[in-house]
């Protein structure tokens, strides 16, 4: 009991992680004039510096850690993820990010014949009628181009998590991924050429968002993730929306509303209701 326990603890960390992630983004493109390349490029330095300076107090870093497509994974997902954040708002985004994070992850579970049983497949549906209530008549459409990159986003974030369900060194895997993006940072820097903008305010943003919310954050992930079937992991995370719904509208003045304040009663219920049968 107490081991599981800790990792529903560990679960509820990362989605915290997650959703600062979100609001850490949304604060540095709204509020500062970095543009979202070099908020990536700075969130993913910065991750590579931490997991590395952790790997060397452990006594014990690998350069051959992680693999090529993992790090592809995650970096389309942080890129995506910023570029969809010039004009989604953060609540928003982070409902289309996990929307899309629920096809990728629920669907190789279904094909690995995970099932529910049907308390939990009442809890999942609670959870999605929530999400879906934010989208009724009444809510601002986002935009298309962001929402798209905010979809790419979460598509690459399932197959990152999907390949961490094998990790059996979290911290390791997770630098060598982190790593492996340095030449990928390179490639978009040379394309955005002039267009970067580099500011010190959106830089804090992006170190919290890279050091400690993407490193410490992916890496604890890294390590729950083999306990978790795939359909469960892609559960929990509905309640990220809701952390970053919630958290906008404290630091982005935001409005919340009876529909957002529905939603997550519905999406923290549902989910409570499958780890529990869990």
Not at 14 to 23: H, L, Y
Not at 141 to 170: A, C, D, F, Q, V
């Amino acid at each position: 009991m107490m081991i599981k326990n800790k990792i529903v603890w560990l679960a509820f960390f990362t989605m915290v992680a997650f959703a600062a992630n979100s609001i850490l983004c949304r604060l540095a493109l709204k509020n500062t004039l970095i543009d979202p390349i070099t908020f990536t490029t700075i969130r993913l330095l910065s991750g590579i510096l931490v997991l590395g300076m952790i790997g060397i107090t452990q006594g014990k870093i690998s350069l051959h850690s992680g693999s090529w497509l993992s790090s592809l994974a995650l970096f389309f997902y942080a890129l995506f993820f910023s570029l969809s954040y010039v004009t989604l708002p953060a609540g928003v985004g982070a409902i289309l990010l996990f929307g899309s994070v629920q096809i990728s992850m629920i669907s190789y579970g279904l094909i690995k014949k995970e099932r529910f049983n049907g308390v939990q497949l009442m809890g999942l549906l609670m959870a999605i009628v929530g999400l879906g209530i934010l989208f009724l008549p009444g809510v601002t459409t986002p935009p298309l181009l962001g929402s798209l990159m905010m979809l790419i986003s979460g598509l690459s974030w399932g197959i990152y998590s999907l390949r961490g369900k094998g990790s059996k060194n979290p911290l390791d895997d997770t630098f060598g991924n982190f790593l492996r993006t340095a030449p990928l940072i390179v490639i978009v820097l040379f394309i955005n050429g002039t267009k970067s903008h580099f500011d010190y305010h959106g830089a804090i943003y992006a170190v919290l968002s890279g050091g400690i919310a993407s490193a410490v954050g992916y890496s604890v992930w890294y390590i729950v993730l083999p306990k978790l079937k795939a359909i469960f992991a892609a559960t929990i995370q509905l309640t990220v929306p809701i952390f970053a719904s919630l958290a906008s509208i404290v630091l982005l003045d935001e409005v919340i509303t009876l529909k957002l304040t529905l939603a997550s009663f519905l999406v923290l219920l549902g989910t409570g209701v499958v780890i529990v049968k869990k």
